[in-house]
């Protein structure tokens, strides 16, 4: 099962407590321990956290510096963490425009947990899914006879996805808001959506737990229809 969370509600956390938004990312980066260790738990086989957006960096640079040191202060201390619960670590997006400190911590952690065999935790990170699918469709271009499968493999090389994820079973966004704002488009073509009103930050274990049995109760049907036994007509239907 793959899971993709749009963690939003960072900054309206912080000011309902009259704090700094950089003390609503603080906390946001709490939910993410927790929620990590929920799908784990649970047995989710890929989970996709929306942690900074290509969008982002028109916010003020205070806070993209700030959001980008929170970023890699989380991926040194929790590779250790992901090596002790075999959970491999991969970040999605693009690298050159990068800090050299952040890219060098990148490549530090997907390494020491290249050969983990748990969950595959990826953070999108300087993440655009149009311009994914614009640089995936230009090398398909010299491809002959390619699928939709080939797409997806191509996709998760422009992405530094390793291995590429399969396509979105799930996709929670949290803080209220209904669009996908740019993230994992192709691989949620046939997702179930779920728009919750908390914010991230207080979004943990028991959230996710929600989320999950929520989806339990979706009927995923890929375009057939239901028999008249209850299930489902015909089988599942590739394009491409």
Request: proline share 3%; aromatic share 6%.
């Amino acid at each position: 099962m793959h899971v993709g969370i749009i963690m939003d509600g960072n900054g309206r956390w912080a000011r309902a407590r009259n704090l700094n938004r950089q003390a609503g990312h603080r906390a946001g980066a709490r939910a993410v321990d927790a929620v990590v260790r929920g799908a784990a738990r649970h047995g989710i086989a890929t989970l996709t956290l929306y942690a900074f957006s290509a969008d982002n960096w028109c916010r003020p640079r205070p806070e993209v510096q700030a959001l980008l040191g929170l970023l890699r202060r989380y991926l040194i201390t929790e590779t250790e963490r992901c090596l002790s619960e075999s959970i491999r670590l991969n970040v999605i997006g693009r690298r050159d425009r990068l800090p050299g400190e952040l890219i060098g911590q990148i490549e530090h952690s997907e390494t020491l947990t290249r050969a983990c065999t748990g969950m595959h935790l990826r953070l999108a990170i300087d993440y655009s899914s149009r311009r994914s699918i614009l640089a995936a469709a230009e090398r398909l271009a010299s491809a002959r006879h390619a699928g939709a499968g080939d797409f997806q493999q191509l996709l998760g090389e422009v992405d530094h996805s390793d291995p590429a994820a399969p396509a979105v079973d799930l996709l929670v966004r949290t803080g209220g808001e209904q669009r996908l704002s740019d993230f994992l488009l192709w691989e949620c073509a046939y997702a179930e959506l779920l728009f919750v009103e908390c914010l991230w930050p207080d979004f943990d274990e028991a959230g996710l737990a929600q989320a999950l049995t929520e989806y339990s109760r979706r009927q995923r049907r890929f375009g057939r229809v239901p028999d008249e036994d209850g299930g489902e007509a015909g089988g599942r239907c590739e394009h491409g």
